[in-house]
Nanobody, 127 residues
Framework: QVQLVESGGGLVQAGGSLRLSCAASGYTFSNYGMGWFRQAPGKAREFVARITSTGDTTLYADSVKGRFTISRDNAKSTVYLQMISLRPEDTAVYYC????????????????????WGQGTQVTVSS
């Protein structure tokens, strides 16, 4: 079965940096796009970033553009989210997910376009 394991979260001061990792197994990692989402307490799950199967295209939510970078290493079946200039409003549980389609869809920001999810890793940014 598909398994995704996020790591790298923690407590950081505003302005600091973290790199999240998502280790994937149970499917052909290189055939599918991957996404990062986040969810703060009492709020809906929010799209953060998307990367295509080959890594040739990356897409970001406006709230993180210029601060976060998504990347992947297909040889290691791992996707990353490098986060810099962190703000308290970035505090959330961060999840990685597998795209339903092998191709980029126009609705890539929607959670229902992804069919496997990791457990999540907590990111807390203090002011």
């Amino acid at each position: 079965q598909v398994q995704l394991v996020e790591s790298g979260g923690g407590l950081v001061q505003a302005g600091g940096s973290l790199r999240l990792s998502c280790a994937a197994s149970g499917y052909t990692f290189s055939n599918y796009g991957m996404g990062w989402f986040r969810q703060a307490p009492g709020k809906a799950r929010e799209f953060v970033a998307r990367i295509t199967s080959t890594g040739d295209t990356t897409l970001y939510a406006d709230s993180v553009k210029g601060r976060f970078t998504i990347s992947r290493d297909n040889a290691k079946s791992t996707v990353y989210l490098q986060m810099i200039s962190l703000r308290p409003e970035d505090t959330a549980v961060y999840y990685c997910a597998v795209a339903r389609s092998q191709y980029l869809t126009t609705n890539y920001r929607a959670a229902d376009q992804y069919d496997a999810w990791g457990q999540g890793t907590q990111v807390t940014v203090s002011s």
